[in-house]
T-cell receptor, first 116, second 111 residues
Framework: DAGVTQSPTHLIKTRGQQVTLRCSPKSGHDTVSWYQQALGQGPQFIFQYYEEEERQRGNFPDRFSGHQFPNYSSELNVNALLLGDSALYLC???????????????FGPGTRLTVT | KNEVEQSPQNLTAQEGEFITINCSYSVGISALHWLQQHPGGGIVSLFMLSSGKKKHGRLIATINIQEKHSSLHITASHPRDSAVYICAVGSYGGSQGNLIFGKGTKLSVKP
């Protein structure tokens, strides 16, 4: 089992550009959550995908959007990049029970995005 | 005030020392997570607990739901334990499962 994988590992973009980050969940997991971690801070919740829909969203602008595919993998898209979007983007996968409870989250290695 | 507070922010210990990291939270939770993050970013889940105590090797995690407090203990610390330890709570209110993170405790264990 490869665990949670993310691509790319590192990325450099310029202001105003758009970026797409990818995440493949751990085998057997159906729920993907995305987090942004600025330098020296704890991660902040962006959104969570389940059954190909955004189930919950944190306090992030509409420039941040996502998608989940039928194989449970997920993408995070950020439009009109700002310098402040420079951060480590973490993906975590988990399994949601029939009652909707989210189990233990397993984290990927992250994608480090630098906006210049 | 942050919903999840950790202390201390930084901790330096000598190899072999017993280490305690504390976490207090102010929201209702379904579970509390202790995570380890090494330089370079990858996060490893150490424990998920909702009551009592869990032990894995030299690591012990405890939680007191009434006091909204958890501790992570490391016995016989080793330089390879040097990392950032993060407390996160799962608040499963209306919908499901995002985590609220503390800012982390940076641990440095000297040989």
């Amino acid at each position: 089992d490869a665990g949670v994988t993310q691509s790319p590992t590192h990325l450099i973009k310029t202001r105003g550009q758009q970026v797409t980050l990818r995440c493949s969940p751990k085998s057997g997991h159906d729920t993907v959550s995305w987090y942004q971690q600025a330098l020296g801070q704890g991660p902040q919740f962006i959104f969570q995908y389940y059954e190909e829909e955004e189930r919950q969203r944190g306090n992030f602008p509409d420039r941040f959007s996502g998608h989940q595919f039928p194989n449970y993998s997920s993408e995070l898209n950020v439009n009109a990049l700002l310098l402040g979007d420079s951060a480590l983007y973490l993906c975590a996968s988990s399994f949601s029970s029939v009652r909707g409870r989210v189990g233990e989250q397993y984290f990927g290695p992250g994608t480090r995005l630098t906006v210049t | 005030k942050n919903e999840v507070e950790q202390s201390p922010q930084n901790l330096t210990a000598q190899e072999g020392e017993f280490i305690t990291i504390n976490c207090s939270y102010s929201v209702g939770i379904s579970a509390l997570h202790w995570l380890q993050q090494h330089p370079g970013g990858g996060i490893v889940s150490l424990f998920m607990l909702s009551s009592g105590k869990k032990k894995h090797g030299r690591l012990i995690a405890t939680i007191n739901i009434q006091e909204k407090h958890s501790s992570l203990h490391i016995t016989a610390s080793h330089p390879r334990d040097s990392a950032v330890y993060i407390c996160a709570v799962g608040s499963y209110g209306g919908s499901q499962g995002n985590l609220i993170f503390g800012k982390g405790t940076k641990l440095s264990v000297k040989p």
